[in-house]
């Protein structure tokens, strides 16, 4: 013997107002839409030069602010962070900065002759818009921190100036440029 399943259709009582519920729809999706974004990713306008020619000003990135609560950067990851107290000080802003990790935690980072050592290694950097032309450290990057570098490097106002960057400034990691249009690219790290 076959059962008989009984379907019911959804109707609003005369007690609901229509209305009503689409403004809570709506405005349910709106809170969620924003909770997400300000969890897991969010867009950033670069509004300088300091990071050509990898990012140019007025480019529109997303950056994943999920995946570095369960991995550490890696040396060329992008990121955006908080600057340090002694720059938003002085600056008297606490924008976000968007830079190159170059330093990891615990390596003695130089610079020197246009070149980038870590733990006396130059590094291979074909992303740079040309050789640095100052001189910086030997320095240990303390614990929990980084030094970043903007990829214009003479023309970057970045960690040669004023120290590392701690783990805890760190918004997340620039993934996906989206505009303008003709440059639309993942990333490279």
């Known amino acids: 013997m076959a059962k008989s399943v009984r379907l019911q259709s959804f109707q609003l009582s005369k007690s609901e107002n229509p209305g009503l519920e689409a403004v809570r729809t709506v405005g349910l999706t709106v809170i969620l839409a924003f909770g997400f974004r300000m969890a897991a990713a969010q867009c950033y306008l670069i509004p300088s030069g300091s990071m050509e020619p ?18 550490k950067p890696n040396r060329g990851d992008i990121v955006v962070f908080t600057p340090p107290q002694k720059v938003t000080e002085k600056e008297r802003s606490n924008d976000p900065f968007i830079k190159r990790v170059i330093g990891l935690p615990g390596e003695q980072i130089e610079i020197k002759g246009g070149q980038v ?21 030997p320095q240990v990057v303390p614990a929990n921190s980084y030094l970043v570098l903007g990829d214009n490097r003479n023309q970057s106002y970045d960690g040669h100036i004023w ?13 996906v440029r989206f505009w303008p249009p003709e440059r639309i690219s993942i990333l490279p790290s």
């Open 163 to 175: 120290g590392f960057v701690s783990s805890d400034r760190i918004i997340g990691k620039a993934v």
């Open 117 to 137: 050592y870590a733990n006396n290694m130059p590094l291979r950097e074909n992303y740079i818009a040309a050789q640095p032309n100052y001189t910086w450290g």
């Open 54 to 71: 990898t990012l140019e000003t007025n480019d529109r990135l997303v950056v994943d602010k999920v995946s570095y609560h369960f991995t």
